[in-house]
């Protein structure tokens, strides 16, 4: 895989972690109702799971990959309409202001948030789809193993998404436990909003 391609990967993956969305809302909240060894184990438990959607993406796309090539171009056109629904939903949030990021009433206990965590990510039906969609998007389907390619793609989202979770769980209490910290998470939208929002562009315009 060449240089140019993991390092967009990178940078796509690190802007959809950095969107506050139900994972990080689980990890904030949890960290607000218990201490920071509460949220990190809630973001490891999320990581997990992450690892459980990677191992079946890999199965199902490497199925499709020998089965089709042109489903699976199609899976990659659909994906990229998807990264631009993500940063559309971005700027919007950023827009109006509104923010996810709340102590809530429902989070998990302290004790057993770690398999909570776990739970939470390998029976939402949102993370399997999303990872049938974005994994597609850096693998050429006449690369010589885009097996091996989705196996470290799926690492590497798994754990990049674990240390975003993880810094989320550090300024859970500190910086969005105030009224303060909207002011932050409209910043990292909004950001995240225009890097997703060129990168379906990029990808959807794209001829290879």
């Keep these: 895989m060449e240089a140019h391609t993991l390092l967009m990967f990178v940078i796509a993956t690190l802007s959809l972690n950095l969107i506050p969305g139900p994972d990080v809302v689980y990890v904030v909240s949890s960290t607000m109702r218990g201490r920071l060894r509460t949220g990190l184990k809630a973001a490891l438990g999320l990581g997990l799971g992450y690892l459980v959607h990677t191992a079946a993406a890999v199965l199902g796309l490497s199925a499709l990959i020998l089965s089709s090539a042109f489903l699976f171009g199609l899976v990659k056109y659909l994906g990229a309409c998807y990264l631009l629904y993500l940063g559309a939903m971005a700027l919007r949030n950023c827009w109006r202001g509104t923010s ?109």
């Design 100 to 208: 996810p990021l709340r102590p809530q009433a429902g989070a998990a206990p302290a004790r057993g948030v770690f398999r909570q965590g776990v739970v939470v990510s390998v029976l939402n039906p949102k993370v399997a789809i999303f990872f049938l969609s974005f994994l597609p998007q850096f693998v050429s389907v006449n690369s010589a193993n885009p097996a091996a390619e989705l196996v470290l793609l799926g690492l590497l989202f798994s754990l990049l998404a674990t240390l975003s979770n993880s810094l989320y769980a550090c300024l859970g209490g500190l910086v969005f436990g105030n009224p303060a910290g909207a002011r932050y998470t409209r910043a990292l939208e909004g950001g995240s909003g225009v890097l997703l929002l060129g990168l379906g562009a990029r990808i959807a315009l794209s001829k290879n």
